[in-house]
């Protein structure tokens, strides 16, 4: 059994002295994970750093084995951000969400397609929105939208500033009024296009209200949760007054 196909890479762990066992989300075979012999070497140190762009050929006896990985690099994305603390901290909580939230060998290439555009977008202005709106995005792929449009108690589509934690459906003013301590904060930037600077207090509810979801239904059934690497995200952009605008 054999397949070539370009994947960026989620994971690696070692195995043994000199081997790696690779997570890779490519575009036609979905999450797969395979052997790299010898990837401990000088020569392959920084090949399989999260979010590295890689050309791998798998090979395998049986489809089920694990099989071995042979790769070639495409573009190093992990050192794009080498010195940006916090891009490369979303490179990390990104690839860590997906290795757990994946299901292995589903083929999924709208979520490697929506990675790859999210890592293009760390060396922009705005970039923490577009993560997070990833993050929504990542829900309804995986069949957990949240529904925004709309209050879930009175139908009007005006003055949503809530989600209901249980429903994922957004929640007006009105109808909040009495329940603002059970409910998540809805921000403003999620449901319309603004130009206007989003402070990291903002920001963060946004990764509140996304972090809620992945860990009620998409990382329930992992040890910890969500990923540490996502937690520290979150704390670090909290603590940023305003991100550049969009």
């Known amino acids: ?27 036609e075979q979905g999450r797969h994970a395979g052997l790299v012999r010898g990837a401990s070497s000088t020569r392959n140190r920084g090949l399989f750093q999260p979010g590295n762009h890689l050309r791998a050929n798998w090979r395998g006896r049986l489809a089920e084995h694990l099989g071995n990985f042979t790769c070639e ?9 080498l010195h940006q603390p916090l891009p490369l901290m979303a ?5 860590a969400i997906l290795g757990s939230a994946l299901p ?30 990833w993050e929504l995005e990542l829900l309804a792929e995986l069949g957990f939208g949240l529904d925004l449009s709309r209050c879930a108690a009175t139908g009007s589509d005006q003055e949503l500033i809530y989600v209901s934690p249980r429903t994922g459906r957004a929640v007006s003013a009105e109808a909040g009024r009495d329940y603002q301590d059970r409910l998540l904060s809805l921000p403003k ?19 509140k209200l996304t972090g809620h979801f992945l860990g ?7 040890r910890f949760g969500l990923p540490a690497a996502r937690q520290r995200l979150a704390d ?10 969009k």
């Open 1 to 27: 059994m054999e397949w070539t196909d370009e994947g960026l890479v989620l994971s690696a762990r070692r195995h043994g002295e000199n081997s790696l066992i690779v997570n890779l989300l490519t575009r």
């Open 73 to 81: 690099l495409l573009h190093a994305h992990a050192a794009d951000y």
């Open 91 to 95: 490179l990390s909580s990104a690839t």
């Open 189 to 207: 930037f999620l449901r319309e296009e603004t130009n206007t600077d989003v402070s990291g207090a903002i920001l963060y509810e946004g990764l």
């Open 216 to 222: 009620r239904h998409v990382l329930s059934d992992t």
């Open 104 to 133: 292995e060998r589903a083929p999924c290439p709208s979520v490697f397609e929506k990675l790859q555009a999210l890592i293009g977008n760390f060396n922009k202005s705005g970039w923490q929105v577009h993560y997070i709106r």
């Open 236 to 245: 670090s952009i909290r603590r940023q007054p305003t991100h550049e605008k």
